[in-house]
């Protein structure tokens, strides 16, 4: 690790940005819903946790962190409980007005509304151990606040002056498949993109970088290497989650 880069630990990222990831930096991975980009993005949390820094985890479409620690074990072997000191996990919650700690570990925040992603990070800040690296935010289905027809527009004037104040790294998903004007504009403002998609004829999970802030990046498209199996299992899992109920409240705030 160098104070510009993180080596990632993960081979099959390892070996396409090769010169490690840029910090701090904004990375948003893109494809159509259901193509697996929490589980190519969760690759660069656990290089980041593996390096010592701390994570606050935000994915949207999920009640809780089973899926994300499953991930996290089954695909990369990063226990989340070895890093309670540097794990944050917070909970979409529209119910509430504002942020609110569960735990030591945990959060549940109305991320609707643009002025809880600051409180929110300042919270994790004071939750987690500090370290060089920083403090990474890691979010998923950015889609789904966007369909607020008071405060879609304002977060995403948000997210755009969060990636250019570059005070903190960012990995986020976004689905195509929603808002896809949207979608394509959040993979612009970022530095780095990764697209990512599902081949139903090969049966494999394939991803390129589409840009990168500075450095030597592999330009072609690569098939991620996991089992036929493991990937038919994660999505069993994460088809459990589903989020319409969520969704019809967000058109109504």
Do not use: H
């Amino acid at each position: 690790m160098s104070k510009s880069r993180m080596k990632l630990s993960d081979a099959l990222l390892k070996n396409i940005l090769l010169e490690g990831l840029p910090i701090p930096s904004s990375t948003v991975f893109t494809g159509p819903a259901g193509s697996g980009k929490p589980i190519i993005a969760l690759a660069i949390i656990s290089s980041w946790l593996k390096n010592g820094g701390s994570v606050v985890a935000a994915p949207l479409q999920f009640p809780n962190q089973e899926f994300i620690s499953g991930i996290l074990k089954d695909f990369y072997g990063t226990e989340i409980q070895n890093y309670e000191q540097n794990f944050v996990y917070v909970q979409f919650d529209t119910t509430v007005d504002s942020v609110e700690t569960v735990n030591q570990n945990q959060m549940k925040a109305n991320l609707v509304k643009p002025e809880n992603w600051d409180k929110m990070i300042a919270e994790a800040k004071k939750m987690t151990k500090k370290s060089d690296l920083g403090l990474m935010l890691f979010s998923t289905a950015l889609n789904l606040p966007l369909f607020s027809p008071t405060y879609g527009d304002r977060l995403m004037d948000k997210i755009q002056q969060m990636f250019d104040a570059r005070e903190m790294t960012y990995v986020f998903c976004v689905s195509t498949s929603m808002l896809k004007k949207k979608a394509v504009e959040l993979g612009e403002m970022a530095d780095n993109q990764i697209e990512v998609w599902f081949s139903e004829r090969a049966s494999n999970l394939l991803l390129k970088v589409k840009k990168m802030k500075d450095g030597a990046y592999l330009k072609d498209e690569i098939k991620a290497p996991f089992t036929q199996a493991i990937l038919e299992e994660t999505e069993k899992i994460s088809k459990k989650y589903k989020v319409t109920e969520v969704l019809q409240r967000i058109k109504r705030i």
